[in-house]
């Protein structure tokens, strides 16, 4: 069956870095693009990033570009997001996500993973 | 503020029929983008639910239906359970901005 682990999230203090994985299984990962998206704590649902199967076609959101950057390893079925220049309010449960062959829909999540950015 | 808009809450009694709205604009669902729905169970990942603004994956039981007209969307839940409080999403695609994947707020059901 389809499983997406998070792993990588921490406290970490404004301006720092960390790097979170998503170790996918039960799918051939490489026919697939993937999506990071995020959720701060008691809000909504808020897309992150996008990368192609080949990783070849990147997409991010704002409140993100220039900080954070997505990558994927086909070969260890992984994907990842290094995050630079944190800041307070990109504390949030992040999740992987599959996207699925319809419409842009995301057909399988991870269970997340928590980051908090505080001094 | 959310692209897509859904009302915060809704709420039934067991048994009851509920709905919940989710309104977008002309470069998202109003564009031809199919709609989807997630579930997110009290402390859980957010599960998909509906897919291509009618279709159910496999496992999600035909009480829960969507659709979509124009500009909007709704999902039905018929027969309400106790089971299906959770908080509801509905997403979309964007080509006018630069957040392509976007979401509504959420909306909380409650059973009552």
């Known amino acids: 069956q389809v499983q997406l682990v998070e792993s990588g999230g921490g406290l970490v203090k404004p301006g720092g870095s960390l790097r979170l994985s998503c170790a996918a299984s039960?799918?051939?990962?490489?026919?697939?693009?993937m999506s990071w998206i995020r959720q701060a704590p008691g809000k909504g649902l808020e897309w992150v990033s996008y990368?192609?199967?080949?990783?070849?076609?990147?997409y991010y959101a704002d409140s993100v570009k220039g900080r954070f950057t997505i990558s994927r390893d086909n070969a260890k079925n992984s994907l990842y997001l290094q995050m630079n220049s944190l800041r307070a309010e990109d504390t949030a449960v992040y999740y992987c996500?599959?996207?699925?062959?319809?419409?842009?829909?995301?057909?399988?999540w991870g269970q997340g993973t928590l980051v908090t950015v505080s001094s | 503020q959310s692209v897509l808009t859904q009302p915060p809450s809704v709420s039934g009694a067991p048994g009851q029929r509920v709905t919940i709205s989710c309104t977008g604009s002309?470069?998202?669902?109003?564009?031809?983008?199919?709609v989807h729905w997630y579930q997110q169970l009290p402390g859980t990942a957010p599960k998909l639910l509906i897919y291509?603004?009618?279709n159910r994956p496999s496992g999600v039981p035909d009480r829960f239906s969507g659709s979509k007209s124009g500009t909007s969307a709704s999902l039905a839940i018929t027969g309400l359970q106790a089971e299906d409080e959770a908080d509801y999403y509905c997403?979309?695609?964007?080509?006018?901005?630069?957040?392509?994947?976007?979401f509504g707020g959420g909306t909380k059901l409650t059973v009552l």
């Open positions: 997403q979309s695609y964007d080509s006018s901005l630069s957040a392509f994947w976007v």
């Open positions: 039960g799918f051939t990962f490489s026919d697939y693009y």
């Open positions: 002309s470069s998202n669902i109003g564009a031809g983008y199919d």
């Open positions: 990368i192609s199967s080949s990783g070849s076609t990147i």
């Open positions: 996500a599959r996207v699925g062959y319809g419409d842009y829909d995301l057909d399988y």
């Open positions: 291509g603004n009618s």
